[in-house]
Structures are given as C-alpha cells and as structure tokens.
C-alpha cells in the first residue's frame, strides 16, 4: 500500500512540475506585458526572464520533495538525507517568497500609469503566503524527523553496547 501511494505522489510531483513548465511556456505568449512581442523579444524580456529565475527554487523544491518520497518508500525516513531534504524544501520556500515579494515590489514601483497591478499583486501575495506555509509546513516536519533521526540513532548505540 505505501509502495503504490509513494509512487502515486511521486507522479503528482511529476505532473505539477509538468505543468508549471508548460504554463511558464504558454502564458508569456498570451498574457500581460509580452501579448504584442515577437517570439524572440518574449523571452528576452528581463522580468519574463526573471521569472525563469525565480522559478528555479520552485522546480528544486519539488526535486527534494521527490527525494523525500524515494526515502519514504524504501523505509529510510528517520536517517538524515529525509531531514537534508526537508532542509532544503524550507529554504526553497523561503527563497521563493522572497523572490516573489521582490517582483511584486517591482511591478508595484515601476507599474505602467495606465495599468492596474492590483491582479499581480494579489497573486504575489498568495504565493508568497504559500510559501511561507510550506515553509514553516517543512520546519516543523523536519524538526520532528530530526528528533526521530536522533532517537533511532540513539537507539542503535544502545543495541551495539548491549550486544557487547
């Protein structure tokens, strides 16, 4: 049962990973600032790019979280590359927070006069907010993992020590 709801989550990292590819493909074309760009000036644009950039954080903190389930599925989760991982999911959403805190500044300083940026910030908001949970989502999970880390640790040297 847990192999096949691993794998089944694994999956689902895969396809959400898919997916932000295929939007960040697809939504510059159509939408905002890029709709009335040639090909060529889409992506060279310095916020699209940007964007591009700040995504990374996002793509690797599903890479890690990926990792998390291999670690569940092969009963690994109380050792320390499970906690690594969580670590690492954490400060992926910290970064992402911060980066999408920075473009909504920017947009909000540098907005053109006739537009509204009330719609980006909004979704700058969410996000970050989003990823400030997953965040302290990750610091309380790592905690607890580290804690059992730690315990089975101790564990295993009192078994050695009797065993002796």
């Known amino acids: 049962m847990k192999q096949r709801s691993t794998i089944f989550l694994q999956g689902v990292i895969v396809l959400i990973g898919i997916v932000a590819i295929a939007v960040m493909i697809r939504v510059p074309l159509t939408e905002g600032r890029a709709a009335k760009l040639d090909l060529l000036s889409i992506y060279s644009d310095p916020f699209i790019l940007y964007g591009y950039a700040a995504s990374l954080p996002f793509f690797l903190a599903l890479y890690h979280a990926f990792k998390l389930l291999k ?14 991982s969580l670590r690492n999911i954490k ?7 911060i980066l999408i805190g920075m473009a909504g500044l920017y947009i909000r300083i540098y907005h053109h006069k006739d537009d509204d940026p009330a719609g980006f910030l909004s979704i700058c908001i969410l996000t970050a907010f989003v990823s400030i949970v997953v965040a302290n989502a990750t610091a309380v999970f790592e905690k607890i993992l580290q804690n059992g880390a730690d315990i089975k640790s101790e564990n295993e040297q009192l078994q050695a020590q009797l065993k002796k």
């Open 91 to 97: 400060y992926c959403a910290i970064l992402l927070s």
């Open 71 to 84: 670690y569940i599925r092969q009963n690994k989760i109380f050792s320390p590359d499970p906690v690594r």
